[in-house]
């Protein structure tokens, strides 16, 4: 008896997201995969920093760190708030702890 996928495939394509939506989605995972982003994402998982103290921890230029920072508030995955002089960095919102978490997780299992 021949195999017979055609409602699956007909459920899948009802089901899947626009080229444009998956687009975004793999830019979103090109951006966990820098080393240096994901330390900073770490770090800013356990509390907001300003720029000088995550290039004290991850011992980098605050340039360099800078330049990671706009990468990651591009993507949405960090944000800021002013006191003062100083910026402190943060991650976006619970989504962002849970992707880090889940993937903390899954690498360790």
């Given at each position: ?43 800013l998982y356990e509390d907001e920093m300003c720029v000088c103290a995550i290039s004290e921890l991850l011992q980098m230029t605050q340039s360099a760190i800078s330049h990671q920072l706009k990468t990651l ?37």
């Amino acid at each position: 008896m021949p195999h017979n996928h055609a409602l699956l495939l007909e459920r899948i394509r009802k089901d899947i997201p626009s080229d444009e939506l998956l687009q975004d989605l793999g830019d979103l995972f090109k951006v966990f995969g820098d080393t240096t982003r994901i330390k900073i994402m770490y770090a800013l998982y356990e509390d907001e920093m300003c720029v000088c103290a995550i290039s004290e921890l991850l011992q980098m230029t605050q340039s360099a760190i800078s330049h990671q920072l706009k990468t990651l508030k591009d993507a949405n995955l960090v944000s800021s708030r002013r006191e003062g002089k100083t910026i402190y960095y943060h991650l976006s919102d619970e989504h962002v702890k849970l992707i880090i978490g889940q993937g903390y997780e899954h690498i360790t299992e």
